[in-house]
């Protein structure tokens, strides 16, 4: 699917209230939280558990989970690799979007692709784009199977699932790496308390 523009003849509109005063209302900065990794790696519960923590605190967040995404916006697109470019091209400027509005947003997709997630971290202001690779191993993830997927996927039933037979890029430059220490995963708590550390001490919890 193409990504060039195609209409012609269209004006940016600057609006009166810009992203600085909306940040100094909300009393945080917006930024993106891409949470990247395997089917049940976990990234939906530690989105959750991210956003509720934050909730708790005052401060205002959103979570764009890839699989609910499906159900609307991205219902139209399959896992072929040019799919799930477009996937994370449209949660990219989504994800844009709600940083411009000042929330802390957190995105959570499989983002197999290396040069997808790169084009959503260009898409942001420097260092309001963090991406954090859950690193689950796959006997764990596969062995989780919360939703039936991975055993489909090795009888062949799906075709192109990620990990079995189409591929995971592991990032190269993360800002964060989430993984189990000495064969133990960390609870959803503790890996959403190193998330929040994180955006406290970059600034993203406070005003700007
Ligand atoms: N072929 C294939 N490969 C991987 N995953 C598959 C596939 N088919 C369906 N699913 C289910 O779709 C969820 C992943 O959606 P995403 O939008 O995050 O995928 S991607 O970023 O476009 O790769 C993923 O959800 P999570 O388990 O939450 O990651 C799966 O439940
Ligand atoms: N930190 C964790 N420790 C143990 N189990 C977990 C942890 N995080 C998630 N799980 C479990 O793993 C399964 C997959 O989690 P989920 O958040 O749906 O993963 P993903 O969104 O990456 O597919 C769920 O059954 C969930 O309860």
């Known amino acids: 699917m193409s990504t060039l523009a195609k209409s012609a003849n269209i004006f940016w509109h600057e609006c009166p209230v810009g992203k600085l005063e909306r940040q100094k209302l909300l009393k945080q900065k917006g930024c993106v939280v891409w949470i990247t990794g395997l089917s049940g790696a976990g990234k939906s519960t530690l989105?959750?558990?991210?956003?509720?923590?934050?909730?708790?605190?005052?401060?205002?967040?959103?979570?764009?989970?890839?699989?609910?995404?499906?159900?609307?916006?991205?219902?139209?697109?399959?896992?072929?690799?040019?799919?799930?470019?477009?996937?994370?091209?449209?949660?990219?400027?989504?994800?844009?979007l709600f940083a411009e509005a000042g929330l802390i947003c957190i995105a959570c997709l499989i983002s197999p692709y290396r040069r997808d997630r790169d084009a959503c971290r260009a898409l942001l202001p420097d260092e309001s784009f963090i991406e954090v690779f859950l690193n689950m191993p796959l006997e764990v993830c596969e062995q989780r199977d919360a939703k039936g997927l991975y055993k489909l996927a090795r009888e062949g039933k799906i075709k192109g699932f990620t990990g079995i037979d189409d591929p995971y890029e592991p990032p190269l430059n993360c800002e964060m790496e989430i993984q189990q220490n000495d064969g133990i995963c960390p609870t959803p708590s503790a890996m959403a308390g190193q998330v929040i550390s994180y955006l406290e001490e970059k600034g993203f919890l406070q005003e700007p």
């Open 47 to 96: 989105a959750c558990s991210v956003g509720r923590e934050l909730h708790n605190r005052g401060n205002l967040a959103y979570i764009l989970d890839g699989d609910n995404l499906r159900h609307g916006l991205n219902k139209d697109l399959g896992f072929k690799p040019e799919d799930r470019a477009e996937n994370i091209r449209r949660v990219g400027e989504v994800a844009k």
